[in-house]
């Protein structure tokens, strides 16, 4: 396996690798690797003759009073479960070299990105669709594979891959849990024993909804109110947004139709948790 | 010489071409090619090994009181110019594919893009950035030629290719000109005989500022008042700017410093024409 800092040895061996006709999977990561990642790393091994992972905790994603410099970062320990998990590179650049002085080039899909933590989170879904399509350039995929418990950020790559007609297949992978439901992510780390128990409501809420659904019930006001109280039995939980939306276009619905989804974000002491589940 | 109008066997052939180790010259235009095309197809097709021109008139770049709809088309003369030239591909997609119905994403430069032309324009440059991504995405192209009559358009690009690690070498061809001076442009026709006269109007009032600043002129402002008395002689211009800005970043400037330009945008009538100058 081999470390790349540089984004020009990673492109030229990049398109060294096209041009004798490999294909290329990738796996886009801010590092401090968990189950969920290496989740990605097995489908993306699967499907492609070379497996690239990027570790790059992205500055453009995180708003100014966010977390970007306490971000859980290891990249020894992240190094050796890329080995394990087969990858043939693993692509660290610095931010500095990602973003010279004076950038100024951002992309930006103005549908997908509005609601849930588009609208929370100012200017994150650009710092991602920005740095995807940077990372897309330099290590040249064919396919790129992402996790579905960022759903709204899988759905907006999707979109701005295919308008921007870039020639990468994007794959979304279901969402690793721990035994008792929690999401994985690096974030989880932050969390206090007892904000770890407290943390398991996202999932529960979620459950509750999809039973709600199952049973009947349509309107999304009432599955919301059920969802909300269940969180709100947290001390240390505040939300952030707990939403029921359509599966095509992400917008909240009143009526719960084929394809609708319920997602939430939660605040468990200073650590800001996300989850989704389809309500079938 | 093969014309393409799918956007997927434009990509496909593209790709096929570049896993067999050829070099793309790309020269997008939107049609109604003129002499300065032509001389950006000869750069090219010096520098690549296959030559693909794209005809789109890009929907995206047109304000809504502009000239997207009367912008001149005229799709058998140009194939024919392409042909001669020694284009290998013309690829001329319809406005619809390149934007489908919830298209959703924009590529925006957020410097250089702000001035001149982009303050007049709004959106405009965000137009062309997206349209030159995804034209980029498809073509594949090793380097792109564009011309210098559009100098911010050129620098906005080669600002959004490297700051977006796009593998394509961006080169800027100096403008042609009619026998008189007047920079060729497709909107050139347009103009009635008279009009045709006045317009020269811009090339004399850069000449004028050139000297100026070679005789020793420093202070913008007087060039830009001796640059606006030749405009305003023409009974039908209409200035719509007239900058004088540093090279490097294309902000407006009180002093002639070494690489700045002027530049100018003076409705002739209807037709709007952009020109510039380097002040040396």
Redesign the interface.
């Known amino acids: 396996m081999r470390l790349i800092r540089s984004?020009r040895t990673m492109?030229n061996s990049a398109?060294a690798l096209?041009?004798r006709?490999k294909k290329i999977a990738f796996v886009p990561t801010m590092g401090y690797l968990h189950e969920g990642h290496l989740s990605l790393m097995r489908t993306a091994r699967r499907k492609g003759d070379v497996l690239v992972v990027s570790i790059f905790v992205n500055p453009a994603q995180f708003g100014p009073r966010e977390d970007f410099s306490r971000y859980p970062r290891n990249l020894r320990r992240d190094l050796a479960l890329c080995r394990r998990a087969g990858a043939d590179v693993v692509f660290a650049p610095a931010a500095k070299s990602m973003y010279p002085e004076?950038?100024?080039?951002?992309?930006?899909?103005?549908?997908?990105s509005r609601g849930l933590c588009g609208a929370r989170r100012p200017g994150h879904f650009r710092g991602v669709?920005?740095v995807v399509?940077?990372l897309f350039?330099?290590v040249?995929p064919d396919l790129a594979v992402f996790g579905l418990k960022d759903f709204q950020q899988s759905r907006v790559i999707r979109?701005?891959a295919s308008?921007?007609?870039?020639?990468v297949t994007i794959l979304a992978v279901p969402t690793v849990r721990e035994k008792d439901g929690l999401a994985m992510s690096s974030r989880n780390t932050f969390l206090s024993p007892s904000e770890r128990k407290e943390a398991l409501c996202l999932r529960r809420a979620l459950l509750r909804a999809r039973r709600m659904a199952q049973a009947g019930e349509r309107d999304a006001r009432r599955i919301r109110a059920a969802m909300r109280r269940i969180v709100e039995r947290e001390p240390s939980a505040r939300i952030d947004y707990l939403k029921i939306v359509a599966g095509e276009d992400l917008r909240s619905v009143r009526r719960i139709e084929p394809g609708a989804m319920a997602a939430l974000a939660v605040f468990i002491g200073q650590t800001r948790l996300i989850d989704n589940i389809k309500l079938k």
């Open positions: 984004i492109q398109l096209k041009r006709g004076g950038y100024s080039a951002y992309v930006e899909e103005t549908r997908l669709a920005t399509l940077k350039a330099i040249q979109k701005m308008d921007l007609n870039l020639p």
